[in-house]
């Protein structure tokens, strides 16, 4: 894994977006979801870019994969809170499905990173398991 900054990858970079949006929907929800709804969808949307972040920190693909997992585990959560935002008409049918956009892009992106880090991680444990071989020949 190269040794750039995570706010050069493209998921935590459309999190990041996410994040605003999320804040920007939420901002007109009534006063009594303010500690329930709003302060959930919040939480989860930033702990997508955070578990990117995070992630990347830890200088293994194991580990990043497994954050990049969480993160994507936070994105079901966040669509399953503006699909019920949306019953309670707190959400306009528009925006819910801007976001729903947004959160099927970075949904992709995450599994294509996911996919990449996890065949990368493979050939090197193949590697790993070929230079063992000659090794002890």
Do not use: C
């Not at 200088?59 to 019953?87: C, K, M, P, W």
């Not at 925006?95 to 947004?102: D, G, I």
Request: glycine share 6%.
């Amino acid at each position: 894994m190269s040794q750039s900054s995570y706010k050069d990858l493209i998921a935590w970079q459309k999190a990041m977006t996410l994040v605003a949006a999320i804040y920007d929907a939420t901002e007109g929800f009534p006063p009594n979801e303010q500690f329930g709804l709003v302060s959930q969808l919040r939480r989860a949307a930033v702990s997508v870019p955070s578990n990117i972040a995070e992630g990347k920190a830890h200088y293994s693909n194991r580990d990043f994969v497994r954050f990049l997992r969480h993160a994507r585990g936070s994105l079901a959560e966040i669509e399953t809170q503006v699909l019920i935002a949306q019953q309670r008409h707190y959400l306009p049918s528009a925006t819910a499905t801007k976001l729903t956009q947004q959160l099927d892009e970075l949904g992709r992106i995450l599994s294509g990173l996911i996919k990449s880090l996890s065949a990368s991680a493979q050939d090197s444990g193949l590697r790993t398991r070929d230079s063992r071989l000659r090794i002890s020949l």
